[in-house]
DNA sequence: AAGTCGGGGAA
DNA sequence: TTCCCAGACTT
């Protein structure tokens, strides 16, 4: 077959699109106004924020965040503590030491951030998405960033049967065709922030997993739709089956109420983070409680309360018992907390554990 | 190229 | 349940 190609010329394809988003357009805080400029500050922090997280999920945390660090100075004034803080409960915690990083690394070079792809993905947490992303929509640089979004949306305009991650490759090349000049370009050029929006925005309303051509400013000249497998693109390789595991994580209070926490360790999974201690994570259920006790912290009457928490991450699931006890030594690696749990920084699996105990640390931010 | 890194919502 | 989300980084 020939190697997948634009099935029209890119600067009317540029036009259509454009028309359809002016029409069809979410509002979203980070996005500048119709004819407007958008702050280079929201567009970094959003676009870090929407890396594998949905806008609704993102919209109420990019306001509290914009509101507690309202400049890219202010963020890299911040304690990182702050940062993950203002992060809990939104994953990928690496995000928010990247982002923090960011801003250091921007404040002591000037204060500017770079207007180019090349300097942009040059800091940490920026790869070649977000930094497509923000030059396109900060700083107008002709570029179509490629996330799942605009990747599904022209595996299925040029019918690209390529599996993914094989096809990245020829999407991005797709992508670059379409930001290209094109004969007759027009109206609608000089746009390339709202043509990096509207080509997201395609894959976000339109052309979803589940596709629905009736509202698309391309299904006439759309290849999958032709030939009928739109609903097949992009095809993917499969991917392997999640293992699960099992701990015990405790309960342990002191005679004033303070409970044993610990804080993990500074990279890896849920980095920096502070948690209930837990039984090291294993490949079966818990069969007896000599197991159980002896990766318990110290502590006096342990016993098991009712229920479990289940927790999925990216690459295997959690299944844990909550054990509960008195305790009057933190161990090392561990501390005690009286009060004020909201101030630190819990995942969400912790969060779910001290739900099943009966203690609410607080809304989060 | 493959593995690591969260959490939530939709189908 | 499974999929997938405005992906980046490490090895």
New binding site residues.
Partial sequence: MDPPALPADPARLRRRLLLWYDANRRD?PW?APPGGRADPYAVLV??VM????????VRPRFLAFVRRFPTLEALADAPLDDVLHEWQ??????RAR?LHGLARTVRDGGGALPATVAGLEAL????????A?IAAMAFGVPTVPV???VA?VLARLARVETPLPAAWPVLRRLAADLAGAGAGEGAGDGRWGDLA?AA??L??LVCR??PACGGCPWREVCEARAAGVEAALPR?AA????PRRYAVAFLVRRDDGALLLRRRPET????GLVELPTTPWQEGPFRDEGAILAGAPEALDLRPLPGEVR?????LDLTLGLWTGAGHEAGDGFFWRQDRLGELAL???TRKLLRLGGITPGARP
């Fill in positions: 979203l996005r959003s676009e929407l890396q594998q997280t949905t806008v609704a999920t409960g939104l994953g990928y915690y690496r990247a940490p947490g920026v790869g070649p998405y977000t930094a992303a996330d799942g979004n599904r929006q997201i925005e894959g976000a997993p589940a993917k991917r392997a089956a999640k890896g999974l849920l980095a927790h999925g991450f990216t690459h995942p969400t699996l």
